[in-house]
């Protein structure tokens, strides 16, 4: 194979791969082409999307937040028991799932940052932290409305307004997909047009050549974890708003596909970098794949072995341009 057709498979082989799933899947399965599976795919997605776009931002700057899962799930939790068991507003289970978001990102602020624990080792300690808060809170149980606190029914309620965020619609959008992309929109512009986006991929490619070019990196990687944290939150929020209540290890699954997401997203157009518009395609590609299997009635025990496929191969595609380019 030419250099060429090389770079052609590096930049444009995952967006290929995908268009051509979505012609396979309509074809075997004429249900999968259709515009409410669309809003089904989106929707299935739209989580997964918006805390990988915040495991993205924290892999700007060379980190890697592995407490997003957790962060979910805790979040999950934080927002029942605020509505369940304290019987207060949903407009409040908002404000107390992002500030359970920020508590998380404050600890791996604190390990990364102040301490100078390597950021894998830190964001794994913080994800069994959370992990295991999220079960002495709720004694191990899930949190529902109706549920017996101290022999008697719990007070509370998820309330209409809060489980809209999760079930509702706009038009014929659901609430998940309109965040999803506002958000998705949000990062790509901060990111990408803005001083503190370049200044976090700075930080990501050489950090000592940022602190000596005049960039904060403490400071800059402080904001690429709170800013992870708030995404993880969000989804939280999202989440337990489509559930209805809090289930434990509601989150779990969460990091794999979300880490997922935001690693295809590398072979996105030969970007080779963390990028918000590689993490939607590779959020979509993942949905897409799982959706259409579901379809085929493929068991759903071989999901995760196709993921973990397709994250390898899409890492070999952009580790391997990447190499390249270092060496010419």
Same mark, same amino acid.
Request: proline fraction near 3%; hydrophobic fraction near 55%; charge should be positive.
């Given at each position: ?62 980190? +890697? ?64 932290? +959370? ?28 309330t209409g307004g809060f489980v809209w965020l999760g079930g509702g619609t706009v038009g014929s959008v659901p609430v998940p997909v309109i965040v999803f992309a506002v958000l998705a929109a949000t990062v ?62 509601? !989150? ?13 997203? +590398? ?19 993942? !949905? ?30 952009s580790y391997t341009g990447r190499r390249e380019r270092k060496t010419t």
């Amino acid at each position: 194979m030419t250099a060429r057709a090389v770079a052609l498979v590096q930049r444009y082989g995952l967006v290929v791969v995908l268009v051509a799933m979505l012609a396979v899947f309509s074809l075997v399965a004429p249900a999968f082409g259709t515009y409410g599976n669309a809003l089904i795919v989106l929707q299935s997605v739209a989580v997964v999307g918006v805390v990988a776009l915040g495991v993205t931002v924290s892999m700007t700057t060379g980190g +890697f937040d592995l407490s997003a899962g957790a962060c979910v799930g805790f979040v999950v939790m934080v927002t029942a028991l605020t509505m369940v068991r304290f019987n207060l507003t949903g407009g409040t289970a908002i404000v107390a799932g992002l500030i359970a978001g920020l508590v998380v990102a404050g600890i791996n602020v604190l390990l990364t940052v102040v301490a100078k624990v390597p950021d894998l080792v830190a964001t794994l300690g913080t994800m069994f932290l +959370f992990q295991g808060l999220a079960l002495i809170v709720t004694s191990g149980q899930s949190v529902s409305a109706g549920m017996t606190i101290g022999g008697s029914p719990a007070p509370g309620r998820y309330t209409g307004g809060f489980v809209w965020l999760g079930g509702g619609t706009v038009g014929s959008v659901p609430v998940p997909v309109i965040v999803f992309a506002v958000l998705a929109a949000t990062v790509f512009v901060f990111l990408n047009h803005t001083r503190w986006g370049r200044a976090l991929y700075a930080i990501g490619g050489n950090a000592e050549a940022a602190r000596l070019a005049g960039i904060r990196v403490g400071r800059y990687r402080a904001t690429a974890y709170v800013i992870s944290g708030l995404c993880a939150a969000v989804g939280g929020i999202l989440l337990s708003a489509r559930l209805g209540r809090g289930d434990v290890g509601a !989150g779990d699954p969460y990091l794999l596909q979300s880490v997922a997401a935001a690693l295809i997203g +590398f072979a996105v157009l030969g970007a080779n970098r963390p990028n918000a518009l590689g993490t939607v395609v590779g959020a979509l590609f993942i !949905g897409v794949m799982i959706n259409g299997l579901t379809m085929l009635n493929a068991p759903y025990y071989t999901q995760t072995f196709v993921q973990g496929a397709l994250l390898v191969g899409s890492l070999v595609v952009s580790y391997t341009g990447r190499r390249e380019r270092k060496t010419t």
